[in-house]
């Protein structure tokens, strides 16, 4: 710790079901994460926080929660649905910075109204796009950045097969108006990587998508699920570059879980990244895969591929390869002051996400394609 510095940060919680947990985990992995009190309506949820943070203390309400005067930080980890209303809450309170889990918000009202909250917001907002910060990935978009192996970026390309949603408190995860949808839900990480790889934004896109297999035996309330559980997502970006994004959430069985490739005039980049530790089959399939960053230029001919090991107890604590621990070991430095560490990402980012993620599903719905340039989904 640099001796002109706070040593301690000290954290108020908002939700704490699976997410909010994965949160925790990592910040008791951090010297001088201190986490004062939490807010989950839930009581297993909330049993299950405070056993990894037994000095917090639970309170009622969300209004309890802004009243105290001993926190630093704020982390929302709650469903999607309520960050809107919840942000509007904190930027009515005392200022303290946000690390705000994806998505900031739902549908096109809820994003209005988050973008009116970036004049009255009085400390940093991070949005919590973890994808950025797995070893892997970070490897990645160093790489594609320096163009040094690929002579820039001019296709892009997005895998994920990956297991089912799972199952949520009150299930609020099987509808689109709680979770804006699968591709804002699930896929706003990576469009935010789109644009952070491709160092632009995209100018239209055109999906399709359905729910051919996952939850069409629930019913919640008379009600069957609608998210969707597959879908092909095409963005064309400025200089006729372009990306898509392949998503199935029923593939569980695959090695990798994300594979995404990088292509330009003079090679290609890819990155491998396994799923959840946990998920894999360790009695049948032995130890699980090791992420990988694999450059293949066009000349001379050749892969060569990179094991990217994360650390065992990062693994651990939570289901995406470390990176959580690494976002949370930056929050944390922009909360104490250090030099130099800024928001990485701010409200823009966020609600860029999620435009995009919300013009997909408007796509996947009507069979269009969606201007990006103008219009509801103006980015």
Known sequence: MHPSLPSTVRYGFIGCGMMGQEHLRNLALIDGADVRAIFE??????????????????????????????????????????????????????????????????????????????????????????????????????????????????LLAIREHRYPFLAKV???????????????????????LMRLLMQADPLRLYASGAVNHNHLDERYGGRTPDILDNALVVLDFPDQRRAVLEL????EGSRYQEEISVVGPCGKLE??????????????????PVAQLVISPRQ????????????????????????????HRRFFDLVRGVSGQPVEV???DGLKAVLIGLAAEQSARTGEAISLCDGPYRL
Not at 65 to 92: C, K, Y
Not at 305 to 323: E, M, Q, R, Y
């Open 271 to 288: 990155c491998k990244v396994p799923g959840p530790t946990r998920f894999w089959a360790h009695d049948q399939l032995g130890a699980p």
């Open 248 to 251: 199935c959430m029923f593939a």
């Open 41 to 154: 309506p839930d009581d297993g949820m909330a049993a299950q926080a405070l056993a990894l943070a037994p000095t917090a203390q639970r309170l009622p309400d969300l209004a309890s929660l802004l009243a105290r005067t001993d926190l630093d930080a704020l982390v929302i980890t709650s469903p999607n649905h309520v960050h809107a209303p919840q942000l509007v809450a904190i930027a009515d309170s005392a200022p303290r910075a946000v690390l705000c889990e994806k998505p900031l918000c739902v549908n096109l009202d809820q994003v209005a109204q988050v973008r009116a909250l970036a004049s009255r917001l009085q400390a940093p907002l991070w949005v919590a796009m973890e994808y950025r910060y797995m070893p892997p990935i970070a490897a990645l978009v160093q790489a594609a950045h320096a163009g040094t192996d690929t002579g820039g970026s001019t």
């Open 170 to 192: 009150g299930d609020w995860n099987r509808f689109s108006a709680n979770t804006g949808g699968t591709l804002v839900e699930k896929c706003c990480h990576f469009f935010d």
């Open 300 to 327: 001379p001919p050749g892969p060569r591929a990179l094991d990217i090991p994360v650390d065992s107890a990062l693994l651990a604590a939570g289901d995406h390869n470390g990176s959580t621990y690494y976002q």
């Open 346 to 348: 701010g409200l823009d």
